[in-house]
């Protein structure tokens, strides 16, 4: 198969094929599959544009911060950036035990509307899959307590130290939804990379901000906001957290001024 064309491939059941494969490899995949299987993303699931191409890095080290708009957000970005990312996600999303029933709270039952039991056992299913694909992916797991945050900290690290691009999606669920939006305020967890790189590499270190649009169908690219490691610590994540939840809520509203107009009239 490696030997064909990619647009020769029938897309269904090539995305299948290969999700399949990597599902019984259980190791992470290697750069070049992992740009087939997004190449597929992008002709099943995404098929968008691109904007701010100009914005983007030219190498690594990098961190993106993006809205999240459940599933398709994820989707969205793996399949139009032009590099390989390493997305921060939920541990419970890789975790064998506890996949199922975040699933079924997060995705089956809210966005795919089945009713329980059968959502239960669909979600049961449908983890068997999702977990070895995640992991596959070199996805991170990432725990909201302080200590077990540390974890997903030292990961990133490593990666950022070898050239790495990060993706993370720093919403907080808990807090109220923008009507606008439909965006939660971030959490500022994810700034404490721009110190930590520095401590350990005294290189600066950079975070993209991508807003997402579902309905126009474009992942839009911002301009950086570097690491300042001439501010107070605590100073410093307040701003970088501030100035990045601020420019992913301008690119979106940015995105839907047409659409937000016209639900005035």
Known sequence: MSSLPLESLSPPWSFAGLAI?????????????????????????????????????????????ANHLGALGPIAIVASLPVRVYPWIIADMVDEQKAAAYLNQDFTEPQLHLPPPLSLWFSRLLSRITVPLLRAFGCIPVYHDPERLYSALEESLHHLEQGHFLLIFPEDPAQPRDPLTHMTPFYKGFTRLGEMFYQRCKKVL??????????????????????????????????LKQLLENSVRSMYLDLHTPALKSSHV
């Not at 991508?210 to 301009?223: F, K």
């Open 21 to 65: 494969l990597v599902v019984a490899r259980r190791e992470v995949i290697s750069d070049r599959l992992y740009r087939i299987l997004a190449r597929l993303l992008e002709i099943l699931f995404w098929g968008g544009e691109l904007e701010g191409i100009k914005n983007l890095p030219e190498e690594g080290p990098a961190v993106f911060i």
């Open 206 to 239: 950079k975070f993209y901000p991508l807003a997402v649009s579902g309905i126009y169908r474009i992942v839009r690219v911002g301009e950086p906001v570097a690491f300042n490691p001439l501010n107070p610590v605590a100073i410093e994540r307040i701003r």
